[in-house]
Nanobody, 117 residues
Framework: QVQLVESGGGLVQPGGSLRLSCAVS??????????MGWYRQVPGKQRDLVAS???????VYADSVKGRFSISRDNVRKAVYLQMNSLKPEDTAVYYC?????????WGQGTQVTVSS
């Protein structure tokens, strides 16, 4: 079974940066066939897609993160990344990666991002 493993979260001050990573555990998973995305969720709210990237590296961003976040992928390493700059307190959430736009794989544990002074 495919497992998604997110990492790179932490506590950062407003205006700071973080780089999240997501690795796909199964070696024969056809990673490069899928659009991948980063999602985030705060307690009591639905999980929202914030960025997605096709196998050819075309990207789409939610308005709330446009110009601040950058998604990328490495099809050889089966990994997807999220560079987050100019972080705001409202970016605080658990971040997950999955296929986009519907998250068709089993969800990983996510990585907590907390933006606070």
């Amino acid at each position: 079974q495919v497992q998604l493993v997110e990492s790179g979260g932490g506590l950062v001050q407003p205006g700071g940066s973080l780089r999240l990573s997501c690795a796909v555990s199964k070696s024969n998973f056809g990673f490069d066939m899928y659009v991948m995305g980063w999602y985030r969720q705060v307690p009591g709210k639905q999980r929202d897609l914030v960025a997605s990237i096709t196998s050819g590296s075309a990207t789409v961003y939610a308005d709330s993160v446009k110009g601040r976040f950058s998604i990328s992928r490495d099809n050889v390493r089966k990994a997807v990344y999220l560079q987050m700059n100019s972080l705001k307190p409202e970016d605080t959430a658990v971040y997950y990666c999955n296929t986009a736009p519907r998250g068709g794989l089993p969800w990983g544990q996510g990585t907590q991002v907390t933006v606070s002074s």
